[in-house]
Each structure stands twice: as C-alpha cells, then as structure tokens.
C-alpha cells in the first residue's frame, strides 16, 4: 500500500479514495485472516452483490473490524 508506518496506512484508508485494487487486496488480506488460502488472482475474479458497492461494504466491514472505529478508540468523557 506505500505506506510507510501505520499511521499513513490508515490514513491512506480514510480518505475513502481507494482503488479496485486496493480493495481486492484488502479483501485477500482478509480472506487469509481468516484462514482461507485464497490466491489473488481468484479475489479479483470474484464479484459482490451490489457490483463495486458491495465490493466497498466488504472492504468497510474488514477495516473496521481491523483498526474500530474513530468513536471506538476514543476515551470516554467523564
């Protein structure tokens, strides 16, 4: 992903412009998290339902679960 520390990767991420391939290549990563040994070659043939959208729900979904959510990280307020 180019990114040379964390931060930037996640960042990179919130921008929200993210590429198809990036997006496969999350998906992979996920995949494999998961225990699936799913070449990349085959995550780029698959589809989602609702096309590039579906594709977007799935990558949201992965980085959540990942890195949570802005709400998440932050401390309560006493």
């Not at 290549?25 to 780029?44: K, S």
């Amino acid at each position: 992903f180019e990114a040379d520390n964390l931060s930037d990767l996640i960042a990179r991420f919130s921008s929200g412009k993210l590429s198809a391939f990036d997006m496969q290549r999350i998906i992979c990563a996920g995949l494999h998290g998961g225990g699936h040994d799913v070449p990349f070659e085959d995550v780029a043939e698959m589809r989602a339902d609702g096309g590039a959208s579906g594709y977007a729900r799935i990558v949201s979904a992965l980085l959540t679960a990942t890195f949570g959510t802005e709400e998440s990280d932050s401390p309560s307020n006493p």
